[in-house]
Each structure stands twice: as structure tokens, then as C-alpha cells.
């Protein structure tokens, strides 16, 4: 009996080991392993997000500040106006790594994600996560929505900055994938390759600081004069092909780096996790350069270069101009061939006005009979209609939602008066075929006169 119960247990165990692992979502079936100190780390591909190398990519980690590429992405995506001001009413009421802020101090949107990126401000993080959506609960719910979006199947956010918390966390590729979303944004790609930032005291309309503040980027690979062994030899950790982006650090999570490098028109983005002291930075250093040297990029689309014109008939300016919204890119290993058979189909779907930026189609890329990639298609100049004085003009648009209005209103009430009418048409016969009906009732049920006998 034991026997049996023993056997049914571990049965169950490795059953529920299976679903649990089945419930895992991997980022790629197979990846160069990369000889790595630090357990996790990953590098992709910026432009495909190929996984291209790294090291037990899909094991949780905890991502301490690194959290807060994803909470300035977020920022830029919802906030129209990086400049509006925001005035800070109450205390962040949080630890570590903080700006300062103090109540009545005023900073525009812009400054705060600066203050968030560059010295990895915790307070700055709270007041953004508040403006963007009330409390820091809702933009955490904001970040595991979008996060899941994006991809990153494996992760959940408890908070804005990354402070510890057991279910705040992620995995090397997932937060690879983020940080590549996050890149999409050139504001973010700016502030991220900034070296140093200073607020000065000042009190106008529109800023009012307390104190001057000063500070370094945290991303050594910016700013650092120290170095690292690396290959055997003693070089500057500080990389020129580094242009960001994030750094990390709790007890529990370790040191963690989001590092992005450019090298022959190709980016690459590199995650570590759970490292210590230096090594992060040797190990964000030997994943960026096992991509860029081991890899290729093939530009199948450049945006730059694919520009085209249609004719567009009663228009003003005669002539759309259009080009894809991104450039597509085909990463191939070093010394591997690449069998491909491009080619694209375009569509053009657009209505006028157009304006510069807006989609007017889409373009469609296939390998052979595979669709690899659908990109939008953008105008770089404005459309108008010939008649845009009519068609554009908002007293014209108004009063052809007014005459529109009296005409549908004109018909509505024709159709009702002649339902009406033949409603009533159909009334007044159903009451004089009742009437009838009863007359003729009447006349059946009503009592025979009789006739008197003739006396004899």
C-alpha cells in the first residue's frame, strides 16, 4: 500500500513539474551559449530581435532598477507633452537612490525622466507613475499590460523603480525585449546615452527648483576611467560603441546592466543579471561583442532609400511622397548562407487630407511564399483636395453635418408620415369592416316582428 502511495506521489509531482514547466513561455528553441561569470544574460539582435547568444535566458531574475526603461517608455507613450511641468504636491515617500524631491519643487516631464535614467532617481519614478496614472498600483497595472504586449510573457512589475519585491520580476529576455521597445523611442535613446545632467535653482512660471543638482550617468560604460581585464588584457570599461541604457543594483537582484552598442550599421542589446561588482560590465562587454562580431546585418528595406511618389488627382499639390515607417534588416550568422528570395507588395490606403507622418498603406515582406514583416507606410509631405476650402474648412465641415442632419432628418419624416399615413388608411378600414361586421351582427341577432293572423 505504501508502495502504491509513494508511486501515485511522485506521479503527481512529475505531473505537475510538466505542467508547470509547459506553462513557460521560451524565447527561442536554440542559442548560442555564451561563456559568461554571472549565470543570466542574454544579447539580441535590435532590429529582428533575434536572440543571438547568451546564457539560461529564460530563468527569473529580479530587475531591480533596470524596471525603469519600461516606466520611461511607458511615460513617453502616454504623456503628449514632455515638457508640461509637474509640481510635486506630497513626499515620493521612497528610499534609496533619489533625486530629492521636495514638496513644491517643480519639474518638467522631460527633466523627471532624465532624473529617472540618468541617476536612477526612485522618487522620480513614483511622481511619473502618478501623473501617468494616478497611483503607482494602476502603473504597475499599466506595465504588466503592456509588458505582455510587447512580449515579455515571463515577467510581472510590482512598482515603477524595482525596489524589492518577490513578484517583481522577469527574465534576461524578456527584459532584453523591453529595453529594445524602449529604444524604438528617440527621446528615451537620447536621455539613456547622456553622461551627466544638472537642474540649477531657479523659480519661474514654469520650474521652480530648491537646490541645485548634479548628476553622472550610473552606466560606467559612459563614464567610468577605470578598467576591466578583458581577453587577457587591462582596458577601459568605458565602450565608444555604448550609447545606453540602464543600470541596476538591490542585495537580492545583484548588479544587473541593459547595454546597447552600435557597430557597422548593426544594434544590439545586451541583459545581465545577478552580477557583482565589475564583472557586470565584462560580461555586458563579451555578450555585445560576441553579437556584433558574429553576426551580420542584411538591410532587405532601408527606409532612407526607399522613398515613392503616386499621383493623387484633384489635389493641390499633385503628387504623394511615401516611405516605410522603419528600415527591415536580415541577421545572418558569420559563414552561414542565406537562401532568400525577397520581395514586397505595397498597398496604399489613404483618404485626404494627408499630413507628413500619417499612414497611408502598408508594405508587405515576403521570403519566397512567407510573409516575413508588414511595415507602415508614412507620407513625408501634405496632400490637400483641390476643393480643400470646402472639404477641410470646419464651417463647411459644420455645415455639412448640419445640412446632412436636416436632410436625413427631412427623409425620417417623410418615411414616418407615410407609415402614419398608411397606418391610418389601414385603421379606418379595420374599423369600418368592425362596424359593418357589428351591423350586420346586430341585424342577425335582433328579435323578428310577428305577423298577426287574420280573424276569421
Known sequence: MKKKLSYLLVCLITAMMVINFSAVVFADETYDNVDLIANYGVV?????????????????????????????YLVVKNVKNLDEPIEITEPPGVDGSCMYLEVGEKFTVKELLQGLLIHSSNDAAVVLAKYVSGSTEEFANLMNEEAKKAGALNTHFNNPHGLPDENHYTTPYDMAMLARKAMSEKIIREIVSTKSISFKEQDTATSRVNFSRYFTNTNLFLTS???????????????????????????????????????????????????????????????????LENYTSKTIIDKEDYTK?????????????????????????????????????????????????????TLEIYNGNKLEKTIDLVSTNEIHSTFAFFTESNFFKILFKIILFLIVSFILFI??????????????????????????????????????????
Not at 547568444?53 to 532598477?65: H, T
Not at 545583484?254 to 564583472?279: E, P, Q, W
Not at 361586421?437 to 323578428?448: D, I, L, V
Open 225 to 291: 576611467n577605470d578598467k576591466i581585464t578583458y581577453k587577457g588584457q587591462s582596458i577601459p570599461i568605458q565602450y565608444d560603441i555604448v550609447d545606453g541604457i540602464k543600470t541596476g543594483y538591490t542585495d537580492l537582484a545583484g548588479r544587473c546592466l541593459l547595454s546597447s552598442a552600435v557597430k557597422n550599421d548593426m544594434r544590439v542589446i545586451a541583459a545581465v543579471f545577478k552580477s557583482y561588482g565589475t564583472n557586470v560590465y565584462l560580461d555586458s562587454r563579451t555578450l555585445l561583442d560576441y553579437g
Open 44 to 72: 539580441i539582435d535590435y532590429e529582428t530581435g533575434k536572440v543571438l547568444g547568451g546564457k539560461n535566458i529564460d530563468s527569473k531574475v529580479y530587475p531591480a532598477s533596470t524596471t525603469k526603461i519600461w516606466t520611461a
Open 415 to 456: 418615411i414616418y408620415a407615410i407609415i402614419r399615413k398608411k397606418y391610418r388608411k389601414k385603421m379606418r378600414r379595420l374599423s369600418q369592416k368592425n362596424k359593418k361586421k357589428n351591423t350586420q351582427t346586430k341585424k342577425k341577432n335582433a328579435p323578428r316582428k310577428s305577423t298577426p293572423r287574420n280573424k276569421k
Open 309 to 361: 511618389t503616386k499621383r493623387v488627382l484633384l489635389s493641390k499639390e499633385k503628387e504623394l511622397i511615401y516611405k516605410p515607417k522603419s528600415s527591415y534588416k536580415l541577421i545572418t550568422k558569420n559563414g552561414e548562407s542565406s537562401n532568400s528570395d525577397y520581395f514586397y507588395k505595397e498597398d496604399l490606403d489613404y483618404d485626404l487630407p494627408i499630413y507628413e507622418g500619417d499612414k497611408v498603406g
